[in-house]
């Protein structure tokens, strides 16, 4: 399609009604990210129904705008309230609170609304240029590559959190609980403590949203109730200088394309894309003992990641018809509302639509971060700054609503609750929390694939080293371990 067809689509979106959908869907999606419980999924099955009736360039743009929207919008309840506004905002934690609590905040959210910017505009470069060589390459990916990957990704987490032997025994328990629920080759049922609660297996986000936001509630609870979670936030330097992004470019660079490579891989998610990017930042800097401690580039690598991770989810989903992870399935449904299957056929038949589609992403990821920059990072400050006796209420019935409608299941509240305690006595035990989300969020995935590759070679362990990409991933296990192996000896040897 030649340069003059596609700038006419441009100019016929942003004249018609098209732009505030795509404006209503980013301006949702930022609010449900911002909020801790609420997830860019929920935003996203709100819009669905009203897409109905809509023209499919139009609903579909909404959608992925709320998409957009929802993942950027996570920074805020990370950076203001140390509580991650998305599952795929955690370490967003880990530095942009500290940078909160140093005087820090409006600089923290500015600098993670660039790296999802940055991350969005990279990613979407691919899905243009290459969407439909780089779902061919996913397709490659048999149970053997995906073990590999998601052993890595254990390895990776459980070296992030400074004590080795502790990740480990979390990873350990977390693939136990991992465990519960149904056999995934035969459907049996495995529940070892015999409670209909457990019936169905622990889904992963209720559990997220108990360890991560329903104990950060109970440990705020111990301070008192008068005064406010949110530190002094000052408005200054809210927009990166020009000499700090040249310093940390490769960080962004490599930040999206680990987010637009694991977006890529179908089942795997932003979460782990988020962990994978911030080890890697942590390996790569000159100071990797600030990382936790407010260090700018732990923020960078985690927005940048998971803003990527978006476009790397739609390369599969638009190329192959293969939905990567729940939100893309949602948008999968969208696409089959509209009468639109997904697949090589539909760049070959809809060439139109694909890039209507296209050039509405750009929009969006534009409109997030001038309302990230102009609205958010001025609102949401002021709404978050209640006292506690009001904020801390408010989150928990955002927490219950989001559990809840996950699945619509009351048990997955009862799930938020008991790892809500279980995310308070870590706390309390000084034992990490990471291992055990990626764990609950991979374990049943990392099973599955694990046992089909001893099926499929009759227990040999020769292929997962003669597979060039899986011997890839091996290769990077190993490395992983001794450079935590090198750190843990640093470590002791300044103690």
Same mark, same amino acid.
Request: glycine share 14%.
């Given at each position: 399609m030649d340069a003059?067809?596609?700038?006419?689509?441009?100019?016929?979106? $942003?004249? !018609?009604?098209?732009? +505030?959908?795509? %404006?209503?869907?980013? #301006?949702?999606?930022?609010?449900?990210? =911002? /909020?801790?419980?609420?997830?860019?999924?929920?935003?996203?099955?709100?819009?669905?129904?009203?897409?109905?009736?809509?023209?499919?360039?139009?609903?579909?743009?909404?959608?992925?705008?709320?998409?957009?929207?929802?993942?950027?919008?996570?920074?805020?309840?990370?950076?203001?309230?140390?509580?991650?506004?998305?599952?795929?905002?955690?370490?967003?934690?880990?530095?942009?609170?500290?940078?909160?609590?140093?005087?820090?905040?409006?600089?923290?959210?500015?600098?993670?609304?660039?790296?999802?910017? $940055?991350? !969005?505009?990279?990613? +979407?470069?691919? %899905?243009?240029?290459? #969407?439909?060589?780089?779902?061919?390459? =996913? /397709?490659?990916?048999?149970?053997?590559?995906?073990?590999?990957?998601?052993?890595?990704?254990?390895?990776?987490?459980?070296?992030?959190?400074?004590?080795?032997?502790?990740?480990?025994?979390?990873?350990?328990?977390?693939?136990?609980?991992?465990?519960?629920?149904?056999?995934?080759?035969?459907?049996?049922?495995?529940?070892?403590?015999?409670?209909?609660?457990?019936?169905?297996?622990?889904?992963?986000?209720?559990?997220?949203?108990?360890?991560?936001?329903?104990?950060?509630?109970f440990i705020e609870l111990e301070g008192g109730h008068q005064n406010t979670i949110i530190p002094k936030i000052s408005m200054k330097n809210i927009y990166p200088k020009l000499s700090e992004m040249r310093a940390s470019w490769t960080n962004y660079l490599r930040s999206s394309l680990i987010g637009t490579a694991i977006g890529i891989l179908p089942g795997i998610g932003g979460t782990l894309a988020n962990f994978v990017s911030y080890d890697q930042a942590k390996k790569a800097s000159k100071e990797p003992e600030t990382f936790g401690k407010g260090n700018v580039d732990g923020l960078i690598a985690s927005e940048t990641a998971n803003n990527a991770v978006i476009a790397g989810n739609l390369i599969p989903l638009l190329a192959l018809g293969i939905p990567g992870d729940s939100v893309s399935a949602i948008l999968l449904g969208g696409l089959q509302i509209q009468g639109l299957q997904p697949g090589p056929l539909l760049f070959q038949n809809q060439p139109e639509f694909i890039v209507n589609l296209f050039i509405s992403f750009f929009i969006a990821v534009i409109m997030m971060y001038v309302l990230m920059m102009t609205v958010g990072i001025r609102l949401f400050p002021r709404m978050l700054s209640l006292k506690k006796v009001y904020l801390l209420p408010f989150v928990l019935v955002m927490s219950i609503a989001g559990a809840y409608n996950i699945g619509y299941r009351v048990e997955d509240i009862w799930i938020m609750i008991i790892f809500g305690v279980i995310g308070y006595v870590f706390h309390k035990l000084d034992f990490p929390t990471l291992p055990l989300v990626i764990t609950l969020l991979l374990g049943s995935t990392f099973e599955m694939n694990l046992r089909t590759s001893f099926i499929l070679t009759e227990g040999s362990l020769v292929p997962f080293v003669s597979r060039p990409i899986s011997l890839i991933f091996v290769v990077l296990t190993i490395i992983s371990l001794l450079f935590i192996i090198r750190s843990s000896r640093k470590a002791r040897q300044k103690a």
């Open positions: 003059q067809t596609v700038f006419g689509i441009f100019v016929e979106i $942003i004249t !018609s009604s098209a732009v +505030l959908y795509i %404006l209503a869907g980013t #301006a949702l999606g930022v609010f449900f990210g =911002a /909020l801790p419980g609420l997830t860019a999924t929920l935003a996203i099955v709100i819009l669905l129904p009203f897409t109905y009736g809509m023209d499919p360039a139009s609903g579909i743009a909404m959608l992925i705008a709320a998409y957009i929207g929802g993942i950027s919008g996570g920074v805020v309840a990370s950076v203001l309230i140390g509580m991650p506004g998305t599952p795929s905002s955690i370490t967003t934690v880990y530095d942009g609170y500290p940078m909160a609590k140093k005087g820090l905040g409006g600089k923290a959210l500015g600098i993670g609304a660039m790296g999802s910017l $940055i991350g !969005s505009l990279v990613s +979407l470069f691919f %899905l243009v240029t290459l #969407a439909p060589q780089l779902a061919s390459i =996913a /397709l490659r990916f048999s149970p053997i590559e995906y073990t590999m990957v998601i052993l890595f990704a254990f390895i990776t987490v459980a070296g992030l959190t400074g004590n080795f032997v502790k990740s480990s025994l979390v990873a350990i328990v977390g693939l136990g609980i991992a465990l519960i629920g149904f056999d995934p080759l035969n459907s049996a049922e495995r529940n070892p403590f015999g409670l209909d609660v457990f019936a169905g297996g622990i889904t992963a986000i209720p559990a997220m949203i108990g360890l991560f936001v329903v104990s950060k509630v």
